[in-house]
C-alpha cells in the first residue's frame, strides 16, 4: 500500500479541515478529528495519485505549504482550488466526503441509524416523478445494436 509523505498528510488534514470544519452547534467533529482522518488515508486507493495532485495543486496555488497557512488564507486557497474543478478535486473531496459520513458521530448528528445502507436499506422519500418529464420525452441519443 502506498503512503502519503508527512507534509501531504497533514495538507490533506488542513483541506479535510477547511472543507467541514467541526460544528459546536450541531455537535460534530470536523474531518480533520483523527478518528475520521485515520478512516480517510487508511486506503486512499484508486483516489491516490488524484489527491497527491491536488495536494500540490494546493502548494502551488498557495505559493507555500498549505498546511502551514492561516485558516482564512486555507479557505481562499480552497475556494480558488474548487473554482477551476477538475477531477483532482472530485477526488479529493470524495475522500474527504465518504470518510466524513462514515463515522457514526456524524451520521447521529443527522438522526440517521450509524450502520451500513444494506441489508437493512434506507427509506427514500418519494419525489415527484414528474420532474424526469423532460428526460422521457428526449429522443434516443444512442446507436442501436444490431
Known amino acids: 500500500m502506498i503512503a502519503l509523505t ?74 480558488q482550488f474548487r473554482a477551476e474543478g477538475g477531477a483532482a478535486l472530485a477526488a479529493i473531496v470524495r475522500v474527504v466526503l465518504l470518510a466524513y459520513y462514515r463515522d457514526d458521530r456524524v451520521m447521529l448528528s443527522l438522526g440517521q441509524e450509524p450502520r451500513p445502507p444494506f441489508p437493512k436499506g434506507h427509506v427514500v422519500e418519494q419525489g415527484d416523478w414528474d420532474l424526469l418529464a423532460p428526460v422521457k420525452a428526449r429522443a434516443p441519443f444512442w446507436r442501436k445494436v444490431r
Do not use: C, K, W
Open 6 to 79: 508527512s507534509a501531504q498528510s497533514e495538507a490533506l488534514r488542513a483541506f479535510a479541515g477547511t472543507m467541514i470544519p467541526a460544528s459546536a452547534e450541531h455537535g460534530v467533529p470536523g474531518a480533520d478529528d483523527a478518528l475520521i482522518f485515520a478512516d480517510m488515508t487508511r486506503d486512499l486507493g484508486r483516489d491516490f495519485a488524484d489527491v497527491v495532485t491536488s495536494l500540490r495543486r494546493l502548494d502551488e496555488l498557495a505559493g507555500a505549504d498549505y498546511a502551514s497557512l492561516t485558516p482564512a488564507r486555507r479557505l481562499e486557497i480552497a475556494n
